[in-house]
């Protein structure tokens, strides 16, 4: 059993595609995604209904909530104020509604899955640091939850009595059978991790194992659309470097 779980895609169609295109190679049995499919970029309508027509349960994200709304988005940067208020203005009543009714979290055997954190899912607390992983531990009781948010792969691995030891989140990786784990699976739209190629994560359950799929899409594209929208600069350059 196989299950693609991805994350982030923040309007970039192209990534999108080129991640569906990569799923054509793993083949997994199951998709999940969780969140954050609008923002930052230009097809935020095109990649709902993308993610849409998968079928499969689909998380919130907090730009997803905000598109949807019609509040203040003053405490956000720039980047991310404007590829907010240009989805509200792009994404249609009943595209936003349907953003309105996706779930927080989502339970599944052995696994729960959220788009930030388990600590107030619906505050989005962003897990930067082993504190902020190990505080996250305190509110998860299945041995795996995934998470996006920080678009950055990292795997915390929970420890008794200590700080949760983050490791790298390259390639394969074997999981330990009787360990809870709090697995980052990065962002297809938008990586934060120096490596600007979309990320997403194949997981085999029943094999405890991870593998990180990272795949490269047409970035100029994007960035040309970004531009053209009149978008922020930085919105477009951040796509090259992965940051
Ligand atoms: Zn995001």
Redesign the pocket.
Known sequence: MKWAIFS?I?GNLEALEAVMRDMEITKPDKLYCMG?IVGYGTNSPECLEAVRALGCPVLR?N?DEEAALDRPVDNYSLPARAGMLLARKQLSHEQKAWLSSLPYTLELPGVTLVHASLHDPTEFIYILDALLATSHFEWQSKAYCFH??T?VPVIWRHEDNELAQGLAARGVIELEANRHYNINVG?VGQPRDFDPRASYVIFEPEEHRIEYRRVEYPVEITQRKILLAGLPTATAARLAVGR
């Open positions: 982030d923040h954050d994200g730009h996006g948010h678009h962002s």
